[in-house]
């Protein structure tokens, strides 16, 4: 499977109140070093920039793409990677700017959701532990995802999208036999942590097949990111199942507040803040 990134940067970064992607972090600004991890980790990236934002330089072979639309939130952001992403990768990892302390290994971990059983560590020998997971825990995620494209099709034009109440039925997956020749995980089309009850979907991967459905999401004016894991079949990640790859979970952390990068710098052994106020 081959593996793209996407870094979104187009927000308005209201409460820290200047743009976070050039804030300096170490000897980077932050959406470098946030670059160069997903780069580590990944085949191709591409950075997502509102219309008119500008951009810190950026390594050779990173492009930068724009939303078509200002002001259409991560989802937009997106829908603009994949498309750009389109043929030249399977699947995608989804990044904001803000997330100085993501790993290479904490990305290999989330995309390794989407393609493979759960590891064998977490395995406790009982019948059920050979089943593969089924949507979110709600039941969510669409059984029949051919069909929620052609119904998605026909509801494009409505000013709401109707979307499924996400209590299905739960458990195990519904394959066609050839999904289920290649292996029942060709069926999962998001892989999200799940800490606390708090989805992350700007720390998934995402299936390039996501894009009909984020694209009809965004034409109904639904943008909020996790509804799309109501809309596809979705796997949740646990804090278990990540720990060993980034055992304190910093790659979560983002950055929102003068305070918090303040404090992610005094982490890093940087004392002095340009900007932020004293704790």
């Not at 950026?58 to 937009?76: A, I, N, Q, S």
């Not at 039941?139 to 499924?164: F, I, M, N, T, V």
């Not at 739960?170 to 020749?181: N, Y």
């Not at 304190?248 to 992610?264: D, I």
Request: with cysteine; hydrophobic share 40%.
């Amino acid at each position: 499977m081959k593996v793209g990134g996407i870094v979104l940067c187009g927000g308005k970064s209201a409460r820290m109140g200047r743009a976070k992607a050039a804030l300096p972090f170490g000897n980077e600004l932050l959406l470098q070093r946030v670059v160069r991890a997903v780069r580590e980790s990944t085949d191709l990236v591409v950075v997502v920039a509102a219309p008119d934002q500008e951009i810190p330089p950026l390594p050779d072979g990173v492009p930068v793409v724009r939303d078509e639309v200002e002001g259409r939130g991560p989802l937009g952001g997106l829908v603009a990677g994949l498309t750009a992403l389109e043929g030249a990768c399977d699947a995608v990892y989804l990044s904001a700017c803000d997330a100085p302390f993501l790993t290479p290994a904490f990305v290999r971990r989330v995309v390794a959701g989407l393609g493979g059983p759960p590891p064998p560590a977490l395995k406790t020998g009982g019948e059920k532990d050979n089943l593969p997971p089924g949507p979110l825990p709600e039941g969510r995620g669409s059984q029949d995802p051919l069909k929620l494209l052609s119904e998605l099709d026909s509801q494009s034009g409505a000013s709401e999208l109707l979307l499924p109440s996400g209590r299905g039925p739960g458990g195990r997956l519904s394959f066609s036999p050839s999904l289920q020749e290649e292996g029942w995980w060709v069926s999962v089309w998001a892989a999200a942590p799940q800490i606390g009850g708090r989805l992350h979907p700007l720390a998934a991967a995402y299936r390039v097949g996501v894009l009909p459905v984020a694209r009809a999401m965004l034409a109904a004016n639904q943008l909020r990111m996790t509804d799309l894991f109501t809309l596809v079949p979705t796997r949740t990640l646990s804090a278990t199942e990540l720990r060993d790859a980034d055992p304190e979970l910093r790659s979560l952390r983002n950055l929102n507040t003068p305070e918090e990068y303040a404090a992610a710098l005094r982490e890093l052994g940087v004392i002095e803040c340009p900007f932020a106020p004293d704790p």
